[in-house]
């Protein structure tokens, strides 16, 4: 399937897709590294699954075993999966889409993970909304997964990257205990901003907590660009380390 956008950007319905050969089934299992996941070819740039990001999903081993993992924004729950099946003691996973936590659900139940066993919660909302009730609840996570997108029209929850993201993380911050301090893992799509490090510096200012860079991180090396083509280098992975209170 070749998907072909246009020039001036990408709008709904806008995406070109051209099938050489046979036309790929609606739905399609997969298997990265083993883990199957269900794709769908024809659905434009949304096939489910984001190759990408392949090794980060791996790298949140180190960061999710025995911990309370919020997922944000986890479309159909690839990074969810990735923490369930790396041994985190729960999953919560919120996104504005219904359809899309329905697909996440099916993904775990390819793992073999039962999406109705209380440790793993699926929750439609606004993620903005949601991160101010559990702060309001006083509720904690260990590890906090924020992959948001550049931007988002949607008329229940307008959100844009560069007013919105330090806000996010500091709501995110807010809710790593201060005993002990968590994780929060930061993506950004560097082509259409700044990158993720100022969104960080200004979200933990606002959340009055201290924070180490422990890993920044973009492409795998089946990306590679020319040197000369800063575009092309267009993802940011942080690991941030929020210190426990002293």
């Known amino acids: 399937v070749l998907k072909i956008r246009p020039k001036g950007g990408v709008k709904p319905g806008q995406i070109k897709q051209e099938v050489v050969g046979e036309e790929p089934p609606e739905k399609l299992i997969v298997k990265e590294m083993g883990i199957p996941f269900e794709v769908h070819l024809m659905g434009g740039l949304n ?4 190759t990408d ?3 980060h999903r791996q790298g949140l081993r180190r960061f999710v075993r025995g911990a309370r993992v919020l997922n944000t924004f986890c479309y159909t729950g690839a990074l969810s999966v990735a ?12 996104d504005l889409s219904s359809g899309v936590l329905k697909w996440g659900m099916a993904n775990f ?3 073999g993970l039962n999406p109705e066993d209380p440790r793993y919660v699926f929750e439609t ?3 903005i909304r949601f991160m101010e009730k559990e702060v309001d609840r006083k509720a904690q996570y260990d590890s906090i997964i924020l992959d948001p997108p550049t931007y988002s029209a949607a008329r229940s929850s307008a959100w844009s990257m560069k007013n919105d993201y330090p806000d996010l993380i500091a709501l995110s911050a807010r809710l790593i205990p201060e005993e002990q301090g968590g994780f929060i893992w930061v993506s ?4 259409k901003s700044k990158g993720v490090v100022p969104y960080i510096l200004e979200g933990i200012k606002k959340a009055k907590r201290q924070a180490q860079i422990i890993e920044l991180g973009g492409l795998p090396p089946d990306y590679p660009t020319p040197a000369a083509w800063e575009d092309g280098r267009y993802l940011e992975v942080c690991q941030l380390h929020i210190l426990p209170e002293l």
């Open 188 to 191: 950004a799509n560097t082509h």
């Open 53 to 55: 990001m392949r090794e």
């Open 109 to 111: 139940r390819l793992s």
């Open 47 to 50: 096939v489910g699954l984001f």
């Open 125 to 127: 909302s606004d993620v």
């Open 83 to 94: 923490a369930a099946r790396f041994g985190a003691a729960s999953v919560t996973s919120v």
